[in-house]
């Protein structure tokens, strides 16, 4: 069996973080923790309970792509793994998900990465936590990306030159694509993985979160022009095109402002079909999802437009945190 290893990435994570250690530790013959600038005790726990720790360099900008492979280096100074468990903070993993996994990467050398099922460990607490349920609600097979939680081959990892640290968000799914660029396998396999603590309470989090999602579709997209584009497209749309005719009707003529309405209808109702084939029928859960779907693109579009700003003044891609 190959040797398996994990790095861990978090921020203030508190109680999560240590969820997510305990969980972890038993099962890793290694584990490195990577801290981003906690002022809780999270450094402290994980140094009590046997993980390596890395604290980044406060002088360079924070991004969980630059944490990822710095715990990565860590990792890699103590033991030669195979394999390598990526978990955020935020997250407890499943017990028998490690196991699982890497014997699915024993089986298959062209597997570059192997993910499984997250899920939300408090959906109920708030529309928010519900959203990000669906949202991991993924099929599994090969795919093309996946998030931050994947057991990856080492080798695959140096293969690519891991993960792009000036990627603030999406760096998952920009490193997925070069990974499938030089011919690795991406496996989601029907398990288990882990359950996330999402701990958006409030509107102004969401709001963050989705902004950031914008930016992720604008960075890389920019760097992988074929990714991402039905998001670009959509967001444009309508999170820029159709507000702009929206006022113009509003403005000058009414007909427009009935047909930009009519726009939107159509695509809360496709949202709305959408939800219900991944298995959302509580109402009125499946009507406040599809909202927010629809609503989500103004914000997305805030992101893309922070993205191009801060390229044209070659200014730093710094992270946008939501909680």
């Known amino acids: 069996m190959s040797l398996v290893g994990a790095v861990v990435i978090g921020r203030n994570e508190g109680a999560r973080l240590k969820r997510c250690l305990t969980s972890l530790a038993p099962q890793v013959a290694h584990l490195v923790y990577v ?43 103590i033991t030669d793994c195979e394999l390598v468990q990526f978990i955020d903070g935020d997250c407890g993993v499943e017990p028998d998900w490690i196991a699982k996994a890497s ?20 959906p109920d607490n708030s529309i928010y936590n519900a959203l990000c349920d669906v949202e ?28 792009d640290p000036t990627v603030i968000a999406a760096e998952d799914d920009e490193f997925c694509q070069r990974l499938t660029a030089a011919q690795w396998q991406l496996l989601r396999i029907p398990e288990n993985m882990t359950l996330h603590d999402a701990n958006m309470l409030h509107f102004g989090e969401w709001w963050k979160r989705a ?95 922070r993205y191009y700003w801060r390229k044209r003044a070659g200014h730093a891609m710094r992270i946008i945190e939501y909680k």
């Open 136 to 163: 991991w609600n993924r099929p599994v097979g090969l795919i093309k990306a996946c998030g931050g939680d994947m057991m990856v081959r080492a080798a695959a990892f140096d293969d690519v030159g891991g993960f």
């Open 35 to 77: 801290d981003s600038g906690s002022r809780d005790d999270s450094v402290a726990f994980a140094h009590s309970i046997g993980a390596r720790v890395v604290q980044l360099d406060t002088q360079t900008p924070f991004t969980a792509a630059r944490a990822r492979n710095e715990g990565f280096e860590a990792l890699m100074e």
């Open 103 to 122: 014997a699915q990467m024993n089986k298959d050398p062209a597997l570059g990465l192997v993910t499984g099922w997250r899920r939300e460990i408090y």
């Open 211 to 305: 902004e950031r999602s914008g930016h992720g579709f604008a960075q890389v997209g920019d760097l992988h022009p074929r990714y991402f584009t039905r998001e670009r497209k959509r967001v444009l749309v309508f999170g820029a095109i159709l507000p702009a005719l929206a006022l113009l009707g509003l403005l000058f003529s009414g007909m427009l402002l009935l047909g930009v309405i009519l726009a939107y209808g159509l695509s809360y109702g496709r949202t709305l079909l959408g939800l219900k084939h991944e298995g959302v029928i509580e109402r009125p859960l499946l009507y406040q999802l599809a909202g927010l779907l629809s609503l989500s693109k103004l914000p997305n579009m805030l992101g893309m437009i």
